[in-house]
């Protein structure tokens, strides 16, 4: 039987290192190291990986330092639209939401969706709406909007020619101790996002897909080059069908298509048989890991990945 592990990212991007001041550095590492925390006690208490990548998710949604739930991006418009999935693969049940506001964790409603609705995804006020009926934690607009989002909001209204200079997303995915994986993906968009924007986060198969005979896997990066590769679901075929592990799926999962797929990407995966993945075309990448007892493993930049490899 593999070993029970977990895997978290807190987004993937291309940046000038300049920008990453140690402060900031050392909050974005003791938020990741709390959200593993958070997923790794679910699964050495014997939990789901389902409530290992839901809990996992939902403390990075709390933290204001990552791109989804309270830290979330603004849209043109000034307003916080999120979005989310979740995915069990041992029964291919999966949950989605997007231009989702209130809803202080969006990765729960998603799940919510999943388990009880007839649906797999549901939309702004509709989705909002059924967080209400049930009973979901909502927060006011202010909660969301942080000082660094509304700078960034501010100058994106001000250059109009401007590009985002980050499109983070949160996610994690899990094999628990009855080896069953799942994948659950959170993000807040891209700062001033026309309203009404879908990433590729809440796409089964596009930012994340789970699958018990393969593997689980959650995107980061460049959304719309995500969607367009639908590179989730590439990543599950390659170990499906091509036999290559998780690692190996990833790496070729980042090349495909270059050319027509320009744009940041980055992985985090797990497979049926334990084995974890973090692979990224960026010079950041904001990612944990924790294998059984071992110890924890978090890394913010890719040199550290490179080094464990």
Same mark, same amino acid.
């Given at each position: 039987?593999?070993?029970?592990?977990?895997?978290?990212?807190?987004?993937?991007?291309?940046?000038?290192?300049?920008?990453?001041?140690?402060?900031?550095?050392?909050?974005?590492? %003791?938020?990741? !190291? +709390?959200?593993?925390?958070?997923?790794? /006690?679910?699964?050495?208490? #014997?939990?789901? @990986? *389902? &409530?290992?990548?839901?809990?996992?998710?939902?403390?990075?949604?709390?933290?204001?330092?990552?791109?989804?739930?309270?830290?979330?991006?603004?849209?043109?418009?000034?307003?916080?639209?999120?979005?989310?999935?979740?995915?069990?693969?041992?029964?291919?049940?999966?949950?989605?939401?997007?231009?989702?506001?209130?809803?202080?964790?969006?990765?729960?409603?998603?799940?919510?969706?999943?388990?009880?609705?007839?649906?797999?995804?549901?939309?702004?006020?509709?989705?909002?709406?059924?967080?209400?009926?049930?009973?979901?934690?909502?927060?006011?607009?202010?909660?969301?909007?942080?000082?660094?989002?509304?700078?960034?909001?501010? %100058?994106?209204? !001000? +250059?109009?020619?401007?590009?985002?200079? /980050?499109?983070?997303?949160? #996610?994690?995915? @899990? *094999? &628990?101790?009855?080896?069953?994986?799942?994948?659950?993906?959170?993000?807040?968009?891209?700062?001033?996002?026309?309203?009404?924007?879908?990433?590729?986060?809440?796409?089964?198969?596009?930012?994340?897909?789970?699958?018990?005979?393969?593997?689980?896997?959650?995107?980061?990066?460049?959304?719309?080059?995500?969607?367009?590769?639908?590179?989730?679901?590439?990543?599950?075929?390659?170990?499906?069908?091509?036999?290559?592990?998780?690692?190996?799926?990833?790496?070729?999962?980042?090349?495909?298509?270059?050319?027509?797929?320009?744009?940041?990407?980055?992985?985090?995966?797990?497979?049926?048989?334990?084995?974890?993945?973090?692979?990224?075309?960026?010079?950041?990448?904001?990612?944990?890991?924790?294998?059984?007892?071992?110890?924890?493993?978090? @890394?913010?930049?890719?040199?550290?990945?490179?080094?464990?490899?």
């Amino acid at each position: 039987m593999p070993t029970y592990s977990i895997v978290l990212h807190g987004g993937a991007v291309t940046m000038d290192p300049s920008k990453m001041t140690p402060d900031l550095e050392a909050s974005i590492r %003791e938020g990741l !190291q +709390q959200a593993l925390q958070a997923g790794w /006690e679910v699964l050495h208490g #014997g939990g789901s @990986a *389902l &409530d290992a990548v839901e809990a996992a998710v939902r403390s990075l949604e709390n933290n204001e330092h990552f791109n989804a739930g309270r830290g979330s991006s603004l849209n043109k418009q000034g307003e916080v639209e999120m979005d989310a999935s979740i995915m069990d693969g041992r029964t291919l049940r999966a949950g989605a939401v997007n231009s989702v506001r209130y809803v202080k964790n969006p990765i729960t409603l998603a799940r919510t969706v999943m388990e009880k609705c007839k649906h797999v995804f549901l939309a702004s006020e509709g989705a909002v709406e059924y967080a209400l009926q049930h009973g979901l934690e909502m927060e006011a607009v202010h909660y969301f909007e942080t000082e660094k989002a509304r700078q960034e909001w501010l %100058e994106i209204i !001000q +250059q109009e020619e401007k590009e985002p200079q /980050e499109h983070d997303t949160v #996610g994690a995915v @899990a *094999l &628990d101790q009855d080896g069953n994986l799942a994948v659950a993906t959170s993000t807040g968009g891209i700062e001033g996002q026309l309203k009404g924007r879908v990433g590729d986060s809440p796409i089964v198969g596009g930012g994340s897909y789970a699958a018990n005979e393969a593997c689980a896997v959650s995107c980061t990066g460049d959304g719309e080059v995500i969607m367009r590769g639908a590179l989730a679901h590439e990543v599950y075929a390659l170990v499906k069908y091509k036999g290559l592990t998780a690692s190996e799926a990833c790496r070729e999962a980042v090349k495909l298509r270059d050319e027509d797929l320009k744009g940041d990407k980055g992985f985090i995966a797990i497979d049926k048989d334990g084995n974890v993945a973090i692979e990224t075309n960026t010079n950041i990448m904001r990612c944990a890991y924790r294998i059984g007892e071992a110890e924890p493993f978090v @890394a913010v930049w890719r040199e550290e990945l490179d080094k464990q490899a």
